[in-house]
T-cell receptor, first 114, second 111 residues
Framework: DVKVTQSSRYLVKRTGEKVFLECVQD?????MFWYRQDPGLGLRLIYF???????EKGDIPEGYSVSREKKERFSLILESASTNQTSMYLC?????????????FGSGTRLTVV | RKEVEQDPGPFNVPEGATVAFNCTYS??????FFWYRQDCRKEPKLLMS???SGNEDGRFTAQLNRASQYISLLIRDSKLSDSATYLC????????????FGSGTRLQVQP
């Protein structure tokens, strides 16, 4: 089975800090994604990457950046954390976007910004 | 208007009941469709893909109506373990190559 690993399950950071969320997948998938999930809003796409060093903005990229230097690793960066970025962050990967087997998600990082 | 809309529920049903969820999508260019299941405080997991001809997986049946732009999920003989949030998911065939998720419908199966 594909495994997607997110480095932290829970994280507490202070306003203004630079925050790195790491995601690693072990199945040589081309595509990787970062979503955030908030009650009533569902999953919203922040950024995705379909190849090394390639990235595309999703629906809510403001305040975030990403890095994909190696195929297996996709990092989400909060340049200056704010309280409205308190959320559950989910990383996912897929071999092809929208393929019938969908995405595999990591177990999520619950980030609290204080 | 959200691209994918679902009734948030909760749907409270007794064990053994049949329950159906609907989902509507606004982009007629949507190409691929899925149902995901998400347990409380867990990540979403693929439940099943949805095909134009409809498809079944055990007690679960998914239907797609392209003309009306809605997707349905039917669960027969509900089990306590079916309690979860069910996410409707679509992908367009143009533009952004990523999945769009509905907010989910919460199901609570009661003994």
């Amino acid at each position: 089975d594909v495994k997607v690993t997110q480095s932290s399950r829970y994280l507490v950071k202070r306003t203004g800090e630079k925050v790195f969320l790491e995601c690693v997948q072990d199945m040589d998938h081309e595509n990787m994604f970062w979503y955030r999930q908030d009650p009533g809003l569902g999953l919203r796409l922040i950024y995705f990457s379909y190849d090394v060093k390639m990235k595309e903005k999703g629906d809510i990229p403001e305040g975030y950046s990403v890095s994909r230097e190696k195929k297996e690793r996709f990092s989400l960066i909060l340049e200056s954390a704010s309280t409205n970025q308190t959320s559950m962050y989910l990383c996912a990967s897929s071999w092809r976007p929208g393929a019938s087997y969908g995405y595999t998600f990591g177990s999520g990082t619950r980030l609290t910004v204080v | 208007r959200k691209e994918v809309e679902q009734d948030p529920g909760p749907f409270n049903v007794p064990e053994g009941a049949t329950v159906a969820f609907n989902c509507t999508y606004s982009n007629s260019a949507s190409q691929s469709f899925f149902w995901y299941r998400q347990d409380c405080r867990k990540e979403p997991k693929l439940l099943m893909s949805v095909y134009s001809s409809g498809n079944e997986d055990g007690r679960f049946t998914a239907q797609l109506n392209r003309a009306s732009q809605y997707i349905s999920l039917l669960i027969r003989d509900s089990k306590l373990s079916d309690s979860a949030t069910y996410l409707c998911v679509v992908k367009r065939d143009t533009g952004r190559r990523a999945l769009t998720f509905g907010s989910g419908t919460r199901l609570q199966v009661q003994p």
